[in-house]
């Protein structure tokens, strides 16, 4: 039982004053004994691994990690999972419902965050956690069988989660994941379009819908209900990232585009994704869109002179030395000393039948390391 006025709080959020703020309203209400405080997802979590806390107000919106993320983390924590948590936040929207669902949230505060708002959301949620309905005690039931490798026993409790509470879509999709766990998808799917018609909002439901046809290399189904749900809740943007990955790997680079630029699209570091995304795509072929990916961020970093040499490779993969040369020449500009991007010149040069500019070059590599055997081999190409 928590004891809302001896309970320890954790209060995270990136503002001081909005801190100082929530522990002022706490202490007139009377709530609270010890508190804690973080200004990200990350610091909290370290706190919540070291500290006992018995409640944490979040706030949505943060750098390094947000709340979202945080809250994620805490539900996958076998030791944290069922602590209560109140998410703050300054919008009203699809997008923040739809996370708090997925997120398993208890209840989430709208700022302003006034004395008799904070005080009736405390109440609400330790008076949920302090007597659980009869569907939160099977599903609880039903993880903690799950964590024994129990699966069977996870199902049965959570049809009677299902059966305590018929008008919510939660157990609904509890079940179907189980389900699907036990390798049944055919009856996972029936109950996942179950949950996801009660609640159109179910991110979860889409999410595994999706997984579920994606398993079938029914691609085109996967993509409408990955994009559902992403569109739902579109800051879930690894959600976005590891289906078009997915689609890398089968070779459907087109698809796997659109999926990619979504992501771009909703991300807060679009350089740091772009170059991620850019990597990836070169190590599975899709050079065509790893080359776009890499000039995007030369565009706005011009000194990223490293990603001159990747591009230039890339050209030369999809065969087409003269672009290979234009970028790899660049490469080599700022970097004159550098072997293997001179090699690479040389081949391209050759390739396009110049060979006595690529003679120059190789000449070059040669006063450098005049046993370069490589070099000396492609010399005799030009000879």
Request: glycine share 4%; charged share 25%; with cysteine.
């Amino acid at each position: 039982m928590i004891d809302s006025s001896t309970m320890s709080v954790l209060i995270v959020d990136d503002a001081e004053g909005m801190r100082k703020s929530i522990r002022g309203m706490l202490m007139v209400l009377r709530m609270g004994k010890a508190f804690h405080f973080a200004e990200d997802g990350k610091d909290g979590l370290n706190i919540l691994r070291k500290e006992p806390v018995d409640l944490a107000i979040i706030d949505w919106n943060m750098p390094v990690m947000n709340g979202v993320e945080m809250l994620g983390n805490i539900r996958e924590d076998r030791a944290l999972r069922d602590m209560p948590i109140i998410m703050v936040t300054a919008e009203a929207n699809q997008e923040i419902v739809a996370e708090a669902a997925e997120s398993d949230i208890d209840a989430y505060l709208l700022k302003p965050i006034t004395i008799q708002t904070l005080s009736d959301k405390i109440s609400y949620v330790l008076e949920k956690a302090n007597n659980p309905t009869p569907m939160i005690a099977h599903l609880k039931n039903a993880r903690n069988l799950e964590d024994k490798g129990n699966i069977d026993g996870a199902i049965e409790e959570a049809k009677k989660a299902v059966y305590a509470d018929r008008n919510s879509s939660r157990p609904i999709r509890e079940l179907a994941y189980y389900l699907y766990k036990k390798g049944n998808t055919n009856e996972a799917k029936k109950w996942f379009i179950h949950a996801a018609e009660m609640n159109k909002l179910d991110v979860f439901a889409f999410h595994y819908l999706g997984q579920i046809y994606l398993e079938r290399n029914q691609i085109n189904k996967a993509a409408e209900f990955f994009n559902k749900a992403m569109d739902i809740s579109p800051r879930h943007i690894s959600r976005a990232i590891d289906f078009g990955k997915i689609l890398v790997k089968k070779g459907m680079f087109q698809k796997a585009q659109g999926v990619f630029n979504k992501a771009l699209s909703l991300t807060n570091d679009p350089l740091t994704l772009h170059e991620d995304l850019a990597r990836y795509c070169l190590e599975n072929e899709a050079y065509h869109y790893a080359i776009d990916l890499m000039k995007f961020v030369i565009e706005q970093v011009p000194k990223r002179h490293d990603l001159l040499y990747r591009i230039g490779i890339a050209y030369e993969k999809i065969n087409d030395p003269q672009e290979a040369v234009k970028y790899l020449l660049k490469a080599s500009a700022n970097d004159p000393n550098n072997i293997d991007i001179k090699i690479h010149i040389a081949k391209n040069l050759i390739e396009q039948r110049q060979v006595l500019r690529a003679e120059q070059v190789i000449r070059a590599i040669l006063s450098i390391d005049p046993y370069h055997s490589e070099a000396r081999s492609l010399l005799i190409k030009c000879l």
